[in-house]
């Protein structure tokens, strides 16, 4: 019996869509957005012009997997090093460009069910930007859909060292440290993502095999799909191209592979 192809679909997703298992999708997808400089460079065009057209990719991959029911996608929009690092001119063009996009974009997070949430150190962004934020989150709360998550002003050792400070201040208002408990359950419970559940897949656009300081506790199991393809050239289609790599891997979570008969051998690799 052939698949149903999901409503919305162009000809090159819905081709690429009845390649996959259905069944088998990833959860959460998370993406490093990269390739937008040299995008512009090529075309001989400000650096900002990448941005610009990378909000359109933006519109696509959110879309896309909406539709073919990813339940949580997320984003590295700027991390915290983009702030310290890029010229003022960049980084007030990337939040008047965020901004425009929240605010003509709910419309179209309603219709397709998208709950907006952000990760990242929110407090220190500036009022204008934490207002658009924050009705933006409101005005797509009641979403059942999937969940698009932002990350802003966002590193994942900070957000390892905010959790720690989380831990150790709720046990000192609760009876002091000695009811201090740190396990992986405890961690998790007090990261930036706790209304997520870890990446499976994560994508990285424009070739750069790193993680960039991105959800580094949360994609210990992740599987990696890296293409070169420069972030304003990436669609949905690309996003799907991805799922289909990611099904033909083989999870193991640091067990032995199905099948494998010999639960003795001491050569059981992590994975
Ligand atoms: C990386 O390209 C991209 C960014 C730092 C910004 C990402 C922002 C967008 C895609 C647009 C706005 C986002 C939203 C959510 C509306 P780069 O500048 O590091 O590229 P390069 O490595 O080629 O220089």
Same mark, same amino acid.
């Given at each position: 019996?052939?698949?149903?192809?999901?409503? #919305?679909?162009?000809?090159?997703?819905?081709?690429?869509?009845?390649?996959?298992?259905?069944?088998?999708?990833?959860?959460h997808?998370a993406i490093i957005?990269?390739?937008?400089?040299?995008?512009?460079?090529?075309?001989?065009?400000? =650096?900002?012009? /990448?941005?610009?057209?990378?909000?359109?990719?933006?519109?696509?991959?959110?879309?896309?997997?909406?539709?073919? /029911?990813?339940?949580a996608l997320t984003l590295y929009a700027f991390s915290e090093?983009?702030w310290?690092?890029?010229?003022?001119?960049?980084?007030?063009?990337?939040?008047?460009?965020?901004?425009?996009?929240?605010?003509?974009?709910?419309?179209?997070?309603?219709?397709?069910?998208?709950r907006l949430e952000y990760i990242g150190r929110q407090q220190e962004l500036?009022?204008?930007?934490r207002?658009?934020m924050e009705?933006?989150r409101?005005?797509?709360?009641?979403?059942? /859909?999937?969940v698009l998550t932002l990350a802003l002003n966002y590193s994942a050792r900070s957000e390892l060292v905010d959790a720690f400070r989380s831990i150790?201040d709720g046990?000192?208002?609760?009876?002091?440290?000695?009811?201090?408990?740190?396990?992986e359950d405890s961690v998790s419970r007090h990261l930036y993502t706790r209304h997520l559940p870890d990446p499976?897949?994560v994508?990285?656009?424009?070739?750069?095999? =790193?993680l960039s300081n991105f959800l580094l506790w949360q994609l210990a199991?992740?599987?990696?799909?890296?293409?070169?393809?420069?972030?304003?050239?990436?669609? #949905?289609?690309?996003?799907?191209?991805?799922?289909?790599?990611?099904?033909?891997?083989?999870?193991?979570?640091?067990?032995?592979?199905? /099948?494998?008969?010999?639960?003795?051998?001491?050569?059981?690799?992590?994975?």
């Amino acid at each position: 019996m052939q698949a149903t192809v999901p409503a #919305g679909l162009d000809r090159k997703e819905a081709e690429i869509y009845l390649r996959l298992d259905p069944k088998r999708l990833p959860k959460h997808i998370a993406i490093i957005m990269d390739g937008n400089g040299r995008w512009a460079r090529r075309r001989h065009l400000p =650096r900002v012009a /990448g941005h610009r057209a990378g909000v359109a990719s933006v519109r696509s991959t959110v879309e896309t997997a909406a539709r073919v /029911g990813i339940s949580a996608l997320t984003l590295y929009a700027f991390s915290e090093e983009n702030w310290k690092k890029r010229p003022k001119s960049e980084v007030d063009f990337l939040m008047g460009l965020l901004c425009r996009y929240l605010q003509q974009e709910v419309p179209t997070l309603n219709k397709n069910r998208i709950r907006l949430e952000y990760i990242g150190r929110q407090q220190e962004l500036p009022p204008t930007v934490r207002s658009k934020m924050e009705w933006a989150r409101q005005a797509t709360a009641h979403n059942t /859909g999937m969940v698009l998550t932002l990350a802003l002003n966002y590193s994942a050792r900070s957000e390892l060292v905010d959790a720690f400070r989380s831990i150790v201040d709720g046990a000192a208002r609760n009876g002091g440290l000695d009811h201090l408990e740190i396990d992986e359950d405890s961690v998790s419970r007090h990261l930036y993502t706790r209304h997520l559940p870890d990446p499976d897949l994560v994508v990285r656009t424009s070739g750069e095999m =790193r993680l960039s300081n991105f959800l580094l506790w949360q994609l210990a199991y992740a599987e990696i799909y890296v293409t070169p393809t420069l972030w304003p050239e990436f669609r #949905g289609a690309h996003l799907l191209e991805g799922i289909a790599e990611y099904q033909k891997r083989e999870r193991r979570y640091g067990g032995l592979a199905d /099948g494998h008969s010999d639960h003795h051998s001491p050569k059981s690799v992590r994975s």
